[in-house]
């Protein structure tokens, strides 16, 4: 039998309602935007986890740093991660996503090179698009060389890549 996945829910005025899967080996999923709690429960057919099992009671600590976030008291997340779910490669990518300070961004590039592997920028950009779980990784973070907002996998694309750093920079004082 399988390591149950607890699902939880959080409130956003302005992401809509967010839904959150935990492993026993930490945060496995999160997705914005969403309708309704059956619309998150019944993602779990296209990721193949089992079953979710709704409880309040395992994702509380998740939901309440990702509230606090939501509302510019929290700047950096303190959550375990399911790590399991990312080739190596993408895990070095995603653990580099976590240093960008909040309210910063940097680069396809610029990560690329911080990983050692300088020509890989479009191998980072599809690293950053398997990023299960956004804004606790801050993959909205990365951007283009040139500046631009491109690709982001959040419900409403780049305009919501755009508000998140909006908001981190509006709640950073930068």
């Known amino acids: ?88 490669f993408q895990t070095a990518v995603l653990q580099e996503t976590l240093r960008i300070p909040y309210g910063q961004t940097r680069s396809y590039g610029e990560v690329a090179a911080s990983i050692g592997n300088p020509r890989a920028s479009r191998a980072v950009g599809q690293a950053e698009r398997r990023n299960q779980v956004p804004l606790v990784i801050p993959c909205h973070r990365v951007i283009g060389s040139d500046g631009s907002l491109t690709g982001y996998g959040g419900k409403g694309n780049t305009d919501t890549k755009a508000r998140l750093l909006a908001f981190e920079k509006d709640s950073a004082g930068t």
């Open 1 to 88: 039998m399988a390591d149950p996945i607890y699902a939880g829910l959080v409130e956003s005025e302005w992401l809509g309602l967010i839904g959150i899967a935990v492993s026993l080996q930490g945060l496995r999923r999160l997705e914005m935007g969403l309708e309704s709690e059956a619309d998150f429960l019944s993602q779990n057919q296209t990721y193949g986890d089992g079953d979710f099992l709704y409880s309040e009671e395992h994702t509380a600590r998740y939901a309440d740093q990702i509230r606090r976030y939501l509302t510019g008291q929290l700047r950096a997340f303190s959550l375990p991660i399911d790590w399991t779910v990312y080739t190596p």
